[in-house]
């Protein structure tokens, strides 16, 4: 009935069985994990690429995208080195400006949708986990760069945060584990 619980079965019921078996909670906040100023995905992939965020991409207050500026500016080639670096992992890049970039809009995992309303707001570069075949050609015909990192590896940033925090302020016993995606 409309309003009520699905049911959990086939992958998904493999993937919590244990959890299940033993009356285990199992909570699921992906976007406000996204989006949160402090342990977001967002706000740890910033932090860790030298990106000072300055608002929402979005005009709302909960916008899944953000928009700030380099610390220090840099070509896209220097600009993508550096996300090679931190993250392990070679973006896909279309370069599209000689100029440095100074300001920059993100969404980490499959925001990639958000770069034309990057591009409408004069942003230099859009960083994100995914692409999309239409997102090169926006990135090349609204003369914007775009990096995409990869799915996993700029959304694993925000969790270990949290939990770190969580350790932190109540005492939990937090465990990490990186299970590597390539996407």
């Known amino acids: 009935m409309k309003g009520?619980?699905?049911?959990?079965?086939?992958?998904?019921?493999?993937?919590?069985?244990?959890?299940?078996?033993n009356d285990i909670?199992?909570?699921?906040?992906?976007?406000?994990l996204d989006i949160h100023p402090a342990v977001g995905n967002n706000a740890q992939?910033?932090?860790?690429?030298?990106?000072?965020?300055?608002t929402?991409?979005?005009?709302?207050?909960?916008?899944?995208?953000?928009?700030?500026r380099l610390k220090t500016p840099l070509s896209g080639e220097d600009f993508a080195d550096k996300i090679a670096k931190v993250l392990n992992r070679t973006p896909l890049t279309s370069l599209v400006?000689?100029?440095?970039?100074?300001?920059?809009?993100?969404?980490?995992?499959?925001?990639?949708?958000?770069?034309?309303?990057?591009?409408?707001?004069?942003?230099?570069a859009y960083l994100t986990g995914e692409a999309s075949e239409q997102t090169i050609h926006s990135s090349r015909e609204q003369n914007i760069d775009f990096f995409a990192a990869g799915h996993h590896a700029t959304e694993r940033y925000g969790v270990k945060a949290l939990g770190e925090l969580l350790a932190q302020e109540h005492g939990f016993d937090v465990t990490f584990i990186d299970i590597d995606n390539p996407v």
Do not use: W
């Open 45 to 54: 992939l910033a932090k860790l690429l030298d990106i000072e965020i300055e």
């Open 4 to 21: 009520e619980s699905q049911p959990i079965t086939g992958m998904k019921k493999r993937r919590i069985g244990a959890l299940l078996a």
């Open 97 to 124: 400006r000689s100029a440095k970039i100074e300001t920059i809009a993100l969404c980490t995992g499959g925001g990639q949708g958000y770069i034309d309303l990057a591009a409408e707001q004069g942003i230099d």
């Open 25 to 32: 909670n199992l909570f699921g906040y992906h976007l406000p």
């Open 56 to 68: 929402g991409l979005e005009p709302t207050s909960n916008s899944v995208a953000m928009k700030g």
